[in-house]
């Protein structure tokens, strides 16, 4: 038996058969209709089976997940005073990896869009696009001095919301560090005796396209089911 020629589209093979050519035709393959079922979801975890699909379209998910989910993240840091141990830089890059709450950067169009306490849509617009400051930016503010003889951790509960940027109120932004358990808050850095670290940070929109301190997950796998 020999193949002459494969044609996908129409599903239709051509070959010879002991010196006598043959033509076999095919219905085209039905149309994959992928399905998700959601196995479990909580606040820091979602399982769910995708279905009637290849790896590559799986991968393709895992990918989109990872990189096209729009965060806010802090993006810019100015620090006043750091006496610590570690550098301005160091402290900057750990202020950009801390994952923040953000609801606010979600489509204005979607069925989950933020709203404020008062029931209005409020979106954060990308930072190229806004007129004001307050339109693209969330400021924050952290000032902590040690006056124990015993070292001091310095975390997100230290980091404050400032009361206004541009003008305008942040009192009801609600974009704050995410606390997976009050009692072990994320640690930026230590502080001896006398030691201070006294910043402003300014947290805007991205992808992790962009840079990974942006990313929405710290994880996400796939993995074949029998």
């Not at 399982?47 to 965060?71: G, M, W």
Request: aromatic share 6%; net charge negative.
């Amino acid at each position: 038996l020999g193949v002459g020629s494969l044609s996908s589209s129409c599903c239709v093979i051509q070959g010879w058969f002991n010196h006598q050519s043959f033509v076999l035709m095919a219905a085209p393959p039905p149309s994959r209709r992928p399905t998700v079922e959601v196995k479990s979801i909580d606040e820091n975890c979602v399982t769910f089976v995708l279905a009637q699909t290849d790896a590559s379209i799986a991968n393709a998910l895992r990918k989109s997940i990872i990189s096209e989910v729009p965060t806010i993240a802090i993006d810019l840091v100015e620090i006043e005073d750091n006496s610590s141990m570690l550098a301005d830089e160091f402290i900057a890059h750990r202020l950009g990896l801390i994952p923040l709450v953000s609801s606010r950067a979600l489509d204005p169009e979607s069925p989950v869009a933020f709203r404020d306490r008062e029931g209005r849509i409020r979106s954060f617009q990308w930072h190229h696009e806004a007129e004001k400051e307050a339109e693209c930016e969330i400021k924050f503010e952290l000032d902590v001095r040690n006056i124990d003889d015993h070292p001091m951790e310095v975390t997100t509960q230290h980091l404050k919301l400032s009361l206004e940027h541009g003008e305008e109120s942040q009192e009801d932004c609600e974009v704050k560090p995410v606390e997976y358990d009050p009692d072990y808050p994320v640690v930026i850095a230590k502080l001896k005796k006398n030691q201070t670290l006294k910043l402003t940070a300014i947290a805007k929109k991205g992808l992790a396209k962009m840079h990974a301190k942006w990313s929405p997950a710290s994880g996400v796998v796939f993995t074949y089911e029998p």
